[in-house]
């Protein structure tokens, strides 16, 4: 299972049933769980670890020391990948600068071809991103998230559980979990067939697309429009997870589209 031309370090830790192909390295200090499969010409860089029944596709780097004027030879830090993640060809994704610290991406994801993760990003269970997506220093994607193509992520944003991101935007502030984000880098409304493929009924749904209204399209401030959706929802928890997401941004949150906040009441009327 490993091919002749691999240069696997004798301080790599390999699991059963794990394919190496032709001219890929593996450095010292990592470990591959069992049913890992990795094609030609990767690098596994040291301090990476790859969970179990993930596929890594040719010439992807994995874990390599970051694109950052602080990062010190000799400093320890780590690239966590999870169980049953692919990583399509060419993929970049790169340690932390800082000691201890670590960039992961959780189980379940898929990275498309050319997607690049830069230094301490935390990448969510299940998340799908597209070709030539690329996630900046110390972003955070949460679960279920789906990024279409050439897509841009500004350092510390985050993008919450479910929201779904239209192709070549560019994101500079935070977008809300259950969002769509459409390509004029605006929230047009739910994700709404995010929600339903992750079995989310219709009151749910529906909960979720009056929060949505009333925070970016009834023309209110941010104090106003969560106190209108807490009173409006109390004690569920799809709103609380927005809701606090909201309260805990640092960068802002992506604005609504200025179509629908023309609409008011009326936006995402049925």
């Not at 059963?16 to 890929?24: D, E, F, I, L, R």
């Not at 301090?47 to 694109?67: D, H």
């Not at 193509?149 to 979990?177: E, N, S, W």
């Amino acid at each position: 299972m490993i091919h002749p031309t691999a240069v696997i370090d004798p301080k790599a830790e390999l699991g059963a049933n794990v394919t190496v192909g032709p001219y890929s390295v593996i450095e010292a200090d990592c470990r591959i769980g069992d049913n890992v499969w990795i094609d030609s010409h990767v690098k596994i860089a040291r301090y990476t670890t790859i969970g179990s029944g993930s596929r890594i596709y040719k010439g992807a780097l994995i874990g390599e020391e970051p694109q950052d004027h602080r990062f010190k030879e000799g400093t320890v830090a780590y690239t966590e990948i999870g169980r049953d993640v692919t990583l399509r060809e060419y993929v970049t994704i790169h340690r932390s600068p800082f000691e201890g610290e670590k960039t992961v991406v959780g189980e379940g994801t898929l990275l498309m071809a050319f997607c690049h993760v830069g230094h301490d990003a935390q990448i969510g269970n299940y998340v799908t991103a597209a070709n030539h997506t690329a996630f900046s220093g110390h972003v955070i994607v949460h679960d279920r998230a789906v990024l279409s193509g050439y897509v841009l992520i500004h350092q510390f944003c985050r993008i919450g559980k479910l929201a779904m991101i239209g192709g070549r935007t560019i994101i500079r502030q935070d977008v809300p979990p259950f969002c769509m984000l459409a390509e004029n880098e605006t929230v047009c409304g739910p994700n709404v067939v995010g929600l339903r493929r992750a079995g989310f009924d219709s009151d749910r749904r529906l909960a979720i697309k009056n929060a949505i209204r009333s925070y970016f399209f009834r023309g209110l401030n941010s104090t106003n429009a969560l106190r209108l959706i807490c009173a409006d929802h109390p004690a569920n928890g799809d709103i609380n997870e927005f809701v606090e997401f909201i309260r805990n941004s640092s960068r802002g949150i992506m604005p609504g589209d200025p179509a629908l906040i023309a609409l008011g009441t009326h936006a995402l009327e049925e």
